[in-house]
């Protein structure tokens, strides 16, 4: 994702969030009287909290299915989404993986495993909800319940570390910010469930501590658990803080008895990790054959020559069956690499925009306050640690840091709390600061909702179009949902050119039984084994164009020969 541009629309942004900080720091009493009963009345709700977590949770779905009309339920288009939606079928069918396609060298595609077993390369977690939503109607319900779930968790972890009505306004600014208009909602990348797993962990820890709980260890465990099914480098780099925290309060500070210790927080936990774990082990050896062997790696081993690591080298590149998937891994990939390797300020760009840019970057320079809070350092240690981890990771998308955001949330609130404070004599301007960012936050929703209704096919309204790596595959399915509406089953085989944009060899899992089966010509490559394979169908070209697609028939060999003999008459 690009940084920040100064595009004519970002820089009446920005000029209106300067006149609305500038107010609130010179008239911080305007609108006094009505802004305090809001203030006030949502402090009472606050202090309600298992039914304030209900009402957030239920407010995401209500809010995001009003919108339908102007933000239609989302295509998938980058090649994650549709490898998230092969595990998302699969499970949907009931089974963990699918056995190798004998075409497979036709059926290949990009961060999709097909052997030993045909199967996406990603952990279960984002599959799994995706697969539950498809059982309801449709994946992308799986979506909305998830980033429901992710609001509600956010408030519960953040009612563990302070007053609630603080809690509450952190939620209302993760609503606000990414549980409507993010890609998080309107793509099939994920962004919810990993969030939801660092909101567990981090929620359950002070509880722990104060007061422990069986069903508090149940719910870190759980926490953990969905973190490593859904982004278990980055879960990993945030447990260790935690469990570091949880160690050294019970070996080397007061606490109550051990026994309690054992039973409350020890098996409890355990009750959870040990059965994960044995899943894990499952899971990774019906796909890959070997219960410690990650189907990630698999894929890694069989495309991919650049290291995750910064302090990696290149490897020498792995040939491809195909161009697409040469040009995808050995030219795309590596040059990326290179570029990327040490542009650190890229990902700590990305970082900043998706989830602070421009109005909760403005809390932050409290910082130097916060560290002073024994009550917050733990999570500024925390967030420093695990960030620096994300940095030492080459490829970075927003929602890798997902784990973080209940604590990067819990760090802007406070910063909140400590502005607020801020006077000269009478005047409270850090009192009228935050609310202009607060009324900043909410307004730049309206301005969202109008860019929706402008452009429905936009896939994320808190990043810049394009931003996310969308390959255009509207045309895809398009053509997927014609194909579908024939009568009897369809073979779809795309002949690419350099006109092209995008991958568009993507399949069911049950590819033998589907409606529409996508294959490639491969160049120098026989193509009549895989049309005698799917003899039964109807066959169709399709060449894809940088914004559409051509489909006609795909010529039979005999109409192939007789236009090379009509072309070769004199």
């Known amino acids: 994702m690009p940084p920040p541009s100064l595009s004519s629309a970002n820089l009446a942004t920005y000029f209106c969030l300067l006149v609305l900080v500038l107010t609130g720091w010179l008239f911080p009493k305007l609108a006094d009287g009505p802004l305090r009963a809001l203030e006030e009345s949502l402090a009472r709700f606050a202090d309600r909290r298992s039914f304030a977590i209900l009402i957030l949770i239920l407010a995401v779905p209500f809010a995001r299915i009003a919108l339908l009309r102007v933000m239609p339920i989302p295509v998938p288009a980058v090649h994650d989404e549709f490898s998230y939606l092969l595990a998302a079928d699969t499970f949907a069918h009931g089974r963990l993986t699918n056995p190798p396609h004998p075409m497979w060298k036709f059926l290949e595609t990009i961060h999709v495993n097909q052997t030993p077993t045909y199967m996406s390369k990603y952990p279960p977690a984002q599959g799994a909800v995706l697969a539950v939503g498809q059982l309801l109607g449709h994946p992308w319900i799986g979506v909305v319940l998830t980033m429901a779930l992710m609001c509600g968790s956010t408030l519960w972890m953040l009612q563990g570390w302070m007053p609630a009505r603080w809690a509450l306004l952190g939620a209302i600014l993760v609503f606000f910010r990414l549980a409507i208009f993010s890609y998080w909602m309107n793509t099939y990348w994920g962004g919810a469930i990993p969030a939801i797993g660092g909101a567990l962990v981090l929620g359950a820890l002070p509880r722990l501590v104060r007061l422990p709980q069986r069903c508090d260890a149940i719910l870190l465990g759980l926490g953990v658990a969905i973190l490593a099914n859904s982004r278990p480098l980055e879960g990993l780099v945030l447990c260790l803080p935690v469990a570091a925290y949880l160690l050294v309060w019970m070996f080397y500070r007061r606490h109550p008895a051990w026994n309690i210790l054992l039973t409350r927080i020890c098996v409890p936990i355990l009750l959870v990790l040990v059965p994960t774990g044995i899943f894990m082990g499952y899971y990774n050896w019906r796909i890959t054959g070997n219960p410690l062997l990650l189907p990630y790696v698999v894929n890694d081993r069989t495309y991919l020559s650049t290291p995750p690591f910064v302090w990696q080298k290149l490897a020498v590149p792995i040939p491809q069956h195909n161009p697409q998937m040469e ?89 909140m709390r400590h502005v607020r404070q801020w006077r000269t004599g009478q005047r409270a301007y850090g009192l009228g600061i935050t609310r202009a960012i607060l009324v900043f936050a909410v307004a730049m929703n309206v301005v969202y909702v109008a860019r929706a209704a402008r452009n429905p096919r936009a896939r994320s309204l808190v990043a810049p179009a394009g931003a996310w ?95 090379a003999a009509r072309d070769a008459q004199p």
């Open 327 to 415: 040009s995808f891994y050995n030219k795309w990939a590596r040059t990326f690499w290179l570029r990327s390797r040490f542009a650190v300020h890229n990902r700590v760009g990305k970082f900043v925009y998706f989830f602070l840019w421009p109005e909760l970057c403005i809390p932050l320079i409290a910082l130097p306050w916060l560290w002073r809070d024994r009550g917050i350092r733990f999570l500024l240690l925390q967030f420093g640690l695990s960030f620096t981890g994300l940095l030492a990771v080459v490829w970075f998308e927003p929602h890798y840091a997902a784990p973080l955001l209940a604590t990067l949330t819990a760090i802007v609130v406070q910063a």
């Open 469 to 563: 790596g969308a390959v255009g595959n509207s045309a895809r399915a398009r053509i997927e949902a014609d194909l579908e509406s024939r009568p009897g089953r369809q073979l779809a085989i795309v002949r690419y050119s350099p006109a092209s944009s995008g991958e568009w060899v993507y399949n069911k899992a049950d590819i033998d039984h589907a409606r529409v089966v996508w294959a490639r010509e491969i160049p120098g490559v026989n193509l009549q084994p895989l049309l005698n394979y799917f003899k039964d169908r109807s066959v169709w070209l399709v060449e894809p164009t940088m914004d559409d697609a051509q489909i006609t028939p795909y010529p039979s060999k005999s109409s192939e020969n007789e236009g």
